[in-house]
């Protein structure tokens, strides 16, 4: 069952109707036949475009694949669960928030409030086997998400692209930055944290953005669960 907002149904249909697509369906039906576990469930994997209708995209945050742990994907990039313990990554974005914008960390890694505010949590890869990080790269879905990324960069209203890493850097590339900001650093990873995430302000920045051009800022801060 594909759930998505019915704002991106029209601009994605022709990627919907797509011989890759098609493919990339049949790939996910033979892995389920077989008894693989597959992250996020099938009523998630459009999580993000169902929550954040296009035409209220402010500000759009590119990761890579789903959590590939038992319970942590939910078709929200760098988001977990109530319940689920926030991954390392997200630990160091509460980290940066903090130093940025002085807001305490939440006790859980629910990101959807920012869903909200026209937020669009994006991954590139929209599902992964249990356990098996990157399982489902190369299948198709970096060709729809980059389609999704040519719809948001179309849009009027300026935006905010939040690149964290080489590799969302790589693929938000066409992005216009005569009209949208890219914010680009390291990735929040532990294992890259320190070369330039730590420091890079993003929150502030987009907000910055955001207000210089009329618009409302993001409140960055989530609600307790």
């Known amino acids: 069952m594909v759930t998505l907002h019915e704002s991106w149904k029209a601009p994605l249909a022709r990627e919907f109707d797509a011989p890759y697509m098609a493919a990339l369906k049949e790939f996910l039906v033979a892995e389920k036949a077989g008894g693989k576990r597959i992250f996020p469930k099938g009523s998630e994997w459009f999580h993000a475009l169902d929550t954040t209708p296009l035409e209220q995209v402010r500000v759009m945050i590119l990761g890579q694949d789903p959590y590939h742990g038992e319970g942590q994907a939910h078709g929200l990039c760098f988001s977990v669960k109530p319940g689920v313990k926030p991954p390392p990554s997200l630990v160091n974005i509460y ?30 890869v929209l599902t992964v086997e249990a356990g098996l ?32 890493g080489a590799y969302a850097q790589r693929k938000a590339a066409f992005v216009d930055r005569q009209r949208h900001l890219v914010v680009a650093s390291a990735h ?38």
């Not at 929040?188 to 920045?205: C, E, M, Q, T, V």
């Open 95 to 124: 980290k940066e928030m903090k130093s940025d914008l002085g807001v305490e960390p939440p006790s859980h890694g629910n990101l959807e409030a920012w869903t909200r505010q026209g937020v669009l949590l994006l991954n590139s």
């Open 188 to 225: 929040p990873s532990p294992l890259s944290a320190h070369n330039g995430f730590f420091g890079s302000r993003p929150f502030s920045k987009a907000n910055e953005f955001l207000v210089a051009r009329g618009q409302e800022p993001i409140d960055w801060t989530l609600p307790k669960i």
């Open 133 to 164: 990080a990157a399982s489902h790269q190369g299948k198709g879905w970096e060709r729809f998400t980059d389609a999704v990324i040519r719809l948001v960069n179309d849009q009027p209203r300026p935006v905010v692209f939040i690149l964290w």
